[in-house]
């Protein structure tokens, strides 16, 4: 199976910061990435799809880049609402997996 | 609206078996796959199953043989058939549909399994 691997665990920051969290493949996936937010006690959110499409209703402060095995989700600016876990999830074949999460708290 | 509901959670004993459903509103299930991933208590996220409008399965190595999804087309519903239970089973498993972008687009609220004597 391929393993997916997020950095940080844990990140640290203050509303307006530019947020980055590293998603990494054990091998090659394409662009076959999606990042989720997910609030305590409630269901994920989808927030980018194929490595870079914004899915719809999202704001544009997210962004997500990469192909292969290393990808980026970018809050370009953080914002209160934003304080929450997020995963990203690797669909390339039959097996899919997510990674273990990064959890942004509050600086 | 779009809109998945998930029922059929419970308390069940090692060994066991429980059936969860998932009831799509506000679009038709043919068009999309649809996929369940679950969630341990104070874990992360663990995808489990998916299947496709023509009815293709694909299993996690953790469930394959004890688990089991199917639909039913014309009740728009999924099901997720788990036998055997173990402890490590226990989570909140959610029903997501598959986006046709990529991606699971909507989620159910989820549904409690506990599995314990």
């Known amino acids: 199976d391929i393993q997916m691997t997020q950095s940080p665990s844990t990140l640290s920051a203050s509303v307006g910061d530019r947020v980055t969290i590293t998603c990494r493949a054990s091998q090659s996936i394409s662009s076959w990435l999606a990042w989720y937010q997910q609030k305590p006690g409630k269901a994920p959110k989808l927030l980018i799809y194929k490595a870079s499409g914004l899915e719809s209703g999202v704001p544009s402060r997210f962004s997500g880049s990469g192909s292969g095995t290393e990808f980026t989700l970018t809050i370009s600016s953080l914002q209160p609402d934003d304080f929450a876990t997020y995963y990203c999830q690797q669909y390339n074949g039959d097996s899919w997996t997510f990674g273990q999460g990064t959890r942004v708290e509050i600086k | 609206e779009v809109q998945l509901v998930e029922s059929g959670g419970g308390l069940i004993q090692p060994g066991g078996s429980l059936r969860l459903s998932c009831a799509a509103s506000g679009f038709t299930l043919t068009i999309n796959y649809m996929s369940w991933v679950r969630q341990a208590p104070g874990k992360g996220l663990e995808w489990v199953s998916r299947i496709y409008s023509g009815g293709s399965t694909y299993y996690a190595d953790s469930v394959k043989g004890r688990f089991t999804i199917s639909r039913d087309n014309s009740k728009n519903m999924v099901f997720l058939q788990m036998n055997s239970l173990r402890a490590e089973d226990t989570a909140v498993y959610y029903c997501?549909?598959?986006?046709?972008?990529?991606?699971?687009?909507?989620w159910g609220q989820g549904a409690a399994v506990t599995v314990s004597s």
């Open positions: 997501a549909r598959g986006g046709v972008r990529g991606g699971l687009d909507v």
